[in-house]
Structures are given as C-alpha cells and as structure tokens.
Nanobody, 126 residues
C-alpha cells in the first residue's frame, strides 16, 4: 500500500491543523494506520493510531485530549485533527500502516509499521 500524507503547514500556538493520509494501491481494510512525528535532532515518536477494521484508537500522552485520529471509509483516508497546538508539536509528521494481525490490536512502535508515507512538516510558532 502506498501512503500520501498532506496537510502540514505553519500555525500559531493554540491553532489547529488537519493532516490527511490517503492510501493508494489497496484499501486500508486490513491495516492499522498510525501517525508518528520527528522533531529536529530527535527520534521518531508515536503520536496516534487507529484500527481501520473496528475504529479503536490510541494516543501518546503528549497529545491526548488535543489530537483526534479518525478514518473516512469513502475516501480511504485517515485524518489527524490537531487542536490546541503547541510549539513542541513542531515536527515532520509521518503516516504509516501496519497489517492487522489481531482485530483491534494496536501497536505504537516505529518498527511495527511496514509502510510509510513521506512526511509533512508542521511548524507551530509561539
């Protein structure tokens, strides 16, 4: 599956952005889809993930209550709605897909995800 991430940009602290992760080549039907981010000089870290099959979600503590991950079956797209953005959210954001081995089982490790899209840069100014 090929992934295309988009929606990044420059926003002021407290603002919102919505990132999109579109799949081509096949549908997300048997995959979990996650968002990760990598700030300059730091390792790539988990942000959020969703099971396409049943829709359950899991978030990193740093974004819980501010970010929402959801899916749009009609468009075969996963979105990351980012609200109340902070300067520390500045990073390149990547979407990734992981074959679902157990229905609803979500993973947070970078190495668990097989397919990756290109990154989209999110910059939050103070």
């Amino acid at each position: 599956v090929q992934l295309q991430a988009s929606g990044g940009g420059l926003v002021q602290a407290g603002g919102s952005l919505r990132l999109s992760c579109a799949a081509s080549g096949r549908t997300f039907g048997s995959y979990n889809v996650g968002w990760f981010r990598q700030a300059p000089g730091k390792e790539r870290e988990f942000v959020a993930t969703i099971s396409w099959s049943i829709g359950n979600t899991y978030y990193a503590d740093s974004v819980k209550g501010r970010f929402i991950i959801f899916r749009d079956s009609a468009n075969n797209t996963v979105y990351l709605q980012m609200n109340s953005l902070k300067p520390e959210d500045t990073a390149v954001y990547y979407c990734a897909a992981d074959r679902e081995t157990t229905r609803g089982l979500l993973r947070v490790g970078v190495k668990s995800y097989e397919y990756w899209g290109q990154g989209t840069l999110v910059t939050v100014s103070s």
